[in-house]
């Protein structure tokens, strides 16, 4: 057989697909002493060993298979598949909401590049078109891709560059933004977002994807509709994040900016409102709000943008027995701000406070949250909190973590003088500290206890 036939195999791999005369792209039956697999051999990845042959089999997902493990194979058919996907003139409907997706490099629709298995983006409003034909019922759709990174690329300078983009099309008079955005740190962009872009008169929506397009079980397409639908239609004008609700595709949430936490790995439900309930919940037919207090959409295009950060600012999740150099570290190396995840209501260990005098002394600006993310810093009550309160660290009341991080670099990017910071970060902006949390705005349920199993049941099936 012609080398052409094995894309990428080689060495140990490459011998068994010509010992069985099985070509990449043809369909077969693989006998192993695991089981036994039917479907279509892919080819390689560039990165991939050469001692498995990859194959897709009729459920849609790819399972590796040792070559160890085989003990025969067999060709049934053969068809070279074309994983392009289809682009189409993206349609104009008089009376559809314009609406402008910003692309920073989320797989939000994509094909998968089995010669370096990469996940490939489709962006252009074509090819959005070919993948997600639903769109055109939705909005008049334009794209741009502002960068290309992966989310844990995404920093203070794409923050900034974001601000100013979505400014400018809000001041063009765009009806509403959504921004395709990698689900790892989604949640540190959308709360950038709103302390940078103010008083939007549009919804400004982040959406990604957990599973890529070419997977059965993707969540990308409806994802994608639910965070376009919000857009153009939608009356909450803030930055929100749009993903599944359940882990069915019933429903999406919507999650304000500074209240969503990404909070599992890889299920599609993975964006969490924590300390709060969430903003609504979206359908393909409308936007069902569950909270009241929100702002609204408005009718002008005035908005107000704030693209400020400093980077030298620094997050610390507290562990047992840390040591003061982790502290001394940041300050020797120029930091300004130094947001803490302590214990329980507020509380690192003794060993650390010299080492945060010092770094209170020298004005950096230092804030506790707490590792529970849900519930309050209280450090009136504990001897601990009271101490470090003297040192001069500043409770950072109910933030969580990384959304006090973003703050306090956006702060500090405006301000050095130690009054400001400490009334800009105690300063509520949509809901980022809050007067209380709600009895529905934690519930984390333990499985295995009979009345929990007993709720699960009404909508597991």
Not at 46 to 64: C, M, S
Not at 140 to 150: D, P
């Amino acid at each position: 057989m012609a080398e052409d036939y094995f894309q990428g195999y080689k060495n140990t791999a490459l011998k068994v697909l010509k010992k069985y005369n099985v070509r990449v792209w043809g369909q077969c039956q693989i006998q192993t002493s695991r089981g036994n697999f039917t479907g279509t051999v892919l080819p390689r990845a560039e990165n991939d060993d050469d001692t498995h042959i990859v194959l897709k089999i009729e459920t849609g997902y790819n399972v590796g298979i040792d070559v160890g493990t085989i003990i025969s194979m067999k060709e049934t058919g053969y068809k070279k598949a074309n994983y392009k996907i289809p682009e189409k003139e993206f349609p104009y409907t008089e009376g559809l909401p314009r609406v402008k997706l910003i692309g920073t490099g989320g797989t939000i629709a994509s094909r998968l590049d089995y010669r370096t298995g990469a996940v490939i983006p489709a962006f252009s409003p074509g090819e959005l078109y070919g993948a997600v034909p639903e769109l055109a019922d939705i909005c008049n759709l334009t794209t741009e891709k502002v960068f290309a990174v992966f989310s844990e690329n995404m920093g203070p300078g794409q923050y900034k560059k974001l601000a100013v983009a979505i400014g400018k099309e809000i001041e063009n008079g765009i009806q509403g933004i959504v921004i395709g955005h990698g689900t790892d740190t989604l949640h540190h962009t959308a709360a950038a977002l709103t302390y940078m872009i103010q008083d939007s008169p549009v919804p400004i929506v982040l959406v990604g994807s957990q599973r890529s397009s070419d997977r059965p079980s993707s969540d990308a397409a409806l994802n994608l509709m639910h965070a376009c639908y919000t857009a153009g239609y939608g009356d909450i004008a803030e930055v929100m994040v749009c993903m599944f609700g359940p882990t069915s595709d019933d429903y999406a949430l919507l999650h304000r900016g500074t209240r969503v936490r990404k909070m599992h790995s890889s299920y599609r439900s993975t964006f969490r409102t924590l300390g709060d309930t969430p903003l609504a919940r979206v359908t393909r037919q409308g936007v069902i709000p569950i909270k009241t207090d929100y702002n609204s959409r408005r009718k002008d295009n005035k908005v107000k943008i704030f693209p400020y950060f400093e980077e030298k600012v620094a997050m610390v999740y507290y562990y047992p027995n840390m040591l003061p150099d982790m502290i001394d570290s940041l300050v020797d190396n120029g930091y300004k701000g130094i947001i803490i995840a302590g214990t329980g209501l507020g509380h690192v260990n003794k060993p650390l406070y010299p080492a945060l005098e010092r770094a209170c002394k020298k004005g950096v600006a230092v804030y506790m949250t707490v590792q529970t993310l849900w519930g309050y810093v209280h450090m009136f009550v504990y001897e601990t909190g009271r101490e470090l309160m003297a040192l001069g660290v500043v409770p950072g009341e109910n933030m969580l973590p990384e959304v006090a991080y973003i703050k306090l670099g956006w702060v500090l990017g405006q301000t050095s003088d130690p009054d400001e910071i400490k009334r800009m970060m105690l300063t509520p902006m949509n809901d980022d500290i809050t007067p209380r949390e709600p009895y529905n705005g934690y519930l984390v349920y333990q499985g295995g206890l009979p009345e929990v199993e007993e709720f699960i049941k009404k909508f597991r099936k």
